[in-house]
């Protein structure tokens, strides 16, 4: 039976278990034993792998583009994607490599679509290129359902995102922008925590989670902070109460399944945050206002490390 984390603090609580026995629990069903560091890296050692074959094929193409007719080159890069598909339905006792021949596939129809566009001089921008790229392998990745394929797809979606904003949306502004894909990827961090934690329909593993809160705390610090200096766009209104909102179920989630990097990365974005609504006030940036700011994230960050010491602590007993 597996046990977590929260289940054997309990034991250690709520039981006759001695702090020896719930310690070595923790080594046997917590820590990674020696069996299962050889699989991680038998995992790590096959994704470079690919990775290196994808990067070979790329750079293949790009060193002999010239001397290559057009039909090989789309023939080569086509012929990839449906084997990347083969491999995802029928190595079905390898679920590694499943989901690596999966992702292959993804890749080969972004650099599929690159090279039909070199060719033929379709004129595509960026924007339509990523948005075909992510219309034409969402199906796939929804059916192959793996947390690496899923991550692969969110980056593709921020990127498509991204180019919209820079070649379409003029009437947007920064925090606009950052506003939008704040509310994606934290709506998007949501669904897959609470899909991980209440279905079986997609695993869920913290390596896939990490990333994500990152990145929609990234855009909340970053369009939060600009926008404080710009404070007249209605939408920051918006922004700002979305922002508070997921702080709130972040922090309430940290302490109640006891995931220290939500709590840090909350604490620390919002000393920053705090940090530009000062500079905002007093409107200038002397060497008075940098001291006592430096002073802020010092004594901030202390209070902190000091505090995430004693919940670890007390998550121990």
């Known amino acids: 039976m597996k046990l977590t984390r929260e289940e054997i603090h309990a034991l250690g609580g709520f039981s006759n278990l001695s702090e020896d026995k719930c310690d070595d629990l923790l080594q046997k069903k917590l820590f990674a034993q020696p069996d299962e560091w050889k699989k991680f890296l038998k995992i790590a050692f096959l994704v470079l792998g690919v990775g290196f074959i994808i990067s070979g094929i790329i750079f293949f193409f790009a060193y ?5 007719h057009k039909y090989i080159k789309l ?4 012929l990839l994607i449906p084997i990347g598909i083969g491999v995802n339905l029928f190595f079905k006792g390898h679920q590694v490599i499943r989901q690596l021949g999966a992702i292959t596939a993804t890749m080969m129809v972004g650099v599929s679509f690159a090279v039909y566009g070199q060719i ?14 992510c219309a034409v392998v969402f199906v796939w990745v929804v059916l192959a359902n793996s947390a690496a394929h899923w991550l692969l797809y969110i980056v593709l979606l921020n990127i498509t995102i991204f180019t919209y904003y820079y070649q379409y949306a003029y009437t947007w502004t920064f925090e606009d922008l950052y506003g939008i894909l704040f509310l994606i990827n934290a709506l998007l961090l949501i669904i897959f925590t609470v899909l991980g934690k209440k279905t079986s329909l997609i695993n869920t593993p913290r390596w896939f989670l990490i990333p994500l ?6 855009y909340s610090t970053v369009g939060i902070s600009v926008g404080i200096f710009n404070a007249s766009n209605p939408f920051f209104s918006v922004f700002l109460m979305a922002v508070a909102t997921v702080y709130a ?4 989630q940290g302490y109640k399944s006891r995931q220290i990097y939500y709590l840090g990365t909350i604490y620390l974005s919002s000393m920053i945050i705090v940090s530009a609504a000062i500079m905002n006030l007093t409107n200038s940036l002397n060497e008075i206002i940098m001291f006592l700011l430096s002073l802020f994230f010092t004594a901030g960050t202390t209070v902190i490390v000091v505090h995430f010491i004693s919940l670890k602590k007390r998550w121990k007993k």
Do not use: C, E, S
């Open 64 to 68: 002999n583009w010239d001397d290559l």
């Open 75 to 78: 023939t080569l890069i086509q």
């Open 120 to 133: 033929y001089q379709t004129g595509a921008n960026d924007f339509d290129f990523f948005l075909n790229w």
């Open 213 to 218: 809160a990152i990145i929609a705390v990234y």
């Open 249 to 252: 179920i972040g922090i309430y």
